[in-house]
């Protein structure tokens, strides 16, 4: 598995931006995929994932309404738009894979990206 994530950048409050992770070694059709941040000082957290097939897709209360994930099987890649970003998305964010969904959340495999910077001032 691997993962290539971009898309980040230094935005104002209220800014947007979309976020590409484009995957090798695997169909994105065929795993749950999530996009994680860690902001500095703080534990990785799940921000947004989606299943596979079905495309159910999940998200952080903080993000729900405002990010939207999304998947292109033509590509195999998975975005993650967000909208309206705050100083609290400031972060690094990060693709990953599992196979399944389980309440919500994707238990990321040991293969990570180097993520891409957002930065979202006040």
């Known amino acids: 598995l691997q993962f290539v994530e971009s898309g980040g950048g230094l935005v104002h409050s209220g800014d947007s931006l979309r976020l590409s992770c484009i995957t090798s070694?695997?169909?994105?059709?065929?795993?749950?995929i999530g996009w994680f941040r860690q902001a500095p000082g703080k534990q990785y957290e799940g921000v947004s994932c989606?299943?596979?097939?079905?495309?159910?897709?999940y998200y952080l209360d903080s993000v729900q309404g405002r990010f939207t994930i999304s998947r292109d099987n033509a590509k195999n890649t998975v975005s993650l738009q967000m909208n309206n970003l705050t100083p609290d998305d400031t972060a690094v964010y990060y693709c990953?894979?599992?196979?399944?969904?389980?309440?919500?959340?994707?238990?990321?495999?040991?293969?990570w990206g180097q993520g891409t910077q957002v930065t979202v001032s006040s």
């Open positions: 990953n894979a599992d196979l399944w969904v389980v309440n919500g959340h994707i238990n990321p495999s040991d293969h």
């Open positions: 070694g695997f169909m994105v059709n065929d795993y749950a």
């Open positions: 989606i299943s596979p097939r079905d495309g159910s897709t």
